[in-house]
């Protein structure tokens, strides 16, 4: 784990609201030259305190207007192996996220689709379908606000 002083929990905080600010404007803001602001984000970087920075889409503008979490729970790990679900699961492109839990179901798969009609169609003819689905628990998203995260 790297030091962190509270310029670079600041800097971090900034990018987490807006990862698109230069190191120029960054720098600025928290009285830094660019190039000191670029070496300690470029350090954070090489440290992996900053993992990558990401676009994030919004589904509902893109006519994807409801969410839905699944818990999947395979039938059997013995004759499917989790490769295989994974792999399967990743080429379905309403599936956003596989996270592979502890507890009662095996994975979390966050899906999005167009409206309810949509979601059961994605669910009966691709994710029921999968090698070794099991039980299926879903959870539709109502409303989802952002955390600052563990620097908040």
Do not use: C
Request: no cysteine.
């Amino acid at each position: 784990m790297t030091d962190l002083d509270e310029t670079d929990r600041a800097l971090l905080r900034a990018l987490a609201a807006d990862a698109t600010q230069g190191a120029g404007a960054l720098g600025r803001r928290f009285g830094l030259s660019q190039p000191a602001a670029w070496r300690r984000i470029r350090r954070m970087e090489q440290a992996g305190i900053l993992a990558g920075r990401k676009v994030e889409l919004n589904a509902a503008a893109l006519g994807f207007g409801v969410t839905v979490f699944l818990g999947v729970k395979l039938a059997s790990k013995g004759r499917v192996s989790l490769e295989d679900f994974e792999r399967a699961v990743t080429a379905i492109p309403e599936v956003q996220t596989v996270q592979h839990v502890l507890g009662m179901y095996d994975y979390r798969l966050r899906v999005v689709a167009r409206d309810l009609s949509d979601f059961e169609r994605v669910l009966r003819r691709r994710i029921m379908t999968l090698p070794g689905v099991g039980n299926v628990e879903a959870n539709v998203l109502l409303s989802e606000e952002r955390r600052p995260g563990p620097l908040g």
